[in-house]
């Protein structure tokens, strides 16, 4: 099974994919994470998207798409994954369309978590990530239990660089999907809209009840 998380940057993607995935076994792919260990590693896609990053906009396309395309041709994604953060505009979805369509498969379920601006504000400002395993932490809201230090692995929490607050109005704005994007999985009948607003485990309940 094949399934997109919609929604704008902080609405909780990243988090609920986390729980997802353990429940539901489904491969966790977030195209920012792929990003972020190109950046670690050095290479020359994470040099050229941290450029994109930084400034809170999108990579290109033709780069993101070959990278996901890349990605899912994998053996370890050829029943499924949950994908986080990708598709970003029609143009994505349809590339990610016609690579399915080639293996007889199509996005089962498009899930858009939707969150009040103002919100998705101080869920950005507080977050902390582990450099390890890449869990995620709010410092209110679901704070480690030791600061600092991640509850599953001990590594590292650190803040992402485009949370800073200058940047992160550009990419609430700038990252929000796009209603043509909504539209393309409306007309195929797959889209669900889950309340974001609310806590970690009622969000995670309604969306496991979606994939059902
Ligand atoms: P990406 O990493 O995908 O960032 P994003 O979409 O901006 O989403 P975030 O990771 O910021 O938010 P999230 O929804 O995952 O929220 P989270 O669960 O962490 O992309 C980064 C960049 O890479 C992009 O800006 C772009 O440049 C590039 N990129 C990526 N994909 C691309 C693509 N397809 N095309 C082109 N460029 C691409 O939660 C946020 C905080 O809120 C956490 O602290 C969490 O603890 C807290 N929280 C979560 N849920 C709740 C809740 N229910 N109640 C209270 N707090 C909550």
């Not at 940047?167 to 539209?183: F, Q, S």
Request: net charge negative; hydrophobic share 40%.
């Amino acid at each position: 099974m094949f399934v997109v998380l919609l929604g704008p940057p902080g609405a909780g993607k990243g988090t609920q994919a986390q729980r997802l995935t353990t429940s539901t076994g489904l491969l966790h792919l977030s195209t920012g994470d792929m990003f972020r260990e190109n950046v670690r590693g050095g290479t020359e896609l994470g040099t050229l998207a941290k450029s994109y990053m930084d400034k809170g906009e999108l990579v290109p396309d033709e780069v993101t798409i070959k990278m996901l395309l890349e990605r899912i041709s994998r053996p370890d994604a050829a029943e499924g994954a949950m994908f986080d953060g990708f598709p970003r505009n029609v143009v994505q979805a349809a590339a990610l369309a016609e690579a399915l369509c080639e293996r007889d498969d199509a996005i089962a379920h498009a899930l858009l978590i939707a969150v009040p601006d103002e919100e998705l504000v101080a869920r950005l400002s507080g977050r902390w990530l582990c450099r390890a395993c890449g869990a995620v932490y709010h410092e209110r809201n679901d704070p480690p239990a030791t600061e600092g230090a991640c509850d599953k692995c001990e590594g590292e929490l650190y803040q992402r660089d485009d949370d800073r607050p200058e940047v992160v109005r550009t990419r609430i704005e700038g990252m929000k999907p796009p209603a043509d994007l909504l539209d393309h999985y409306r007309t195929a009948g797959v889209l669900r809209e889950i309340d974001g607003e609310r806590g970690l485990d009622d969000v995670t309940a309604d969306l496991l009840e979606a994939l059902k």
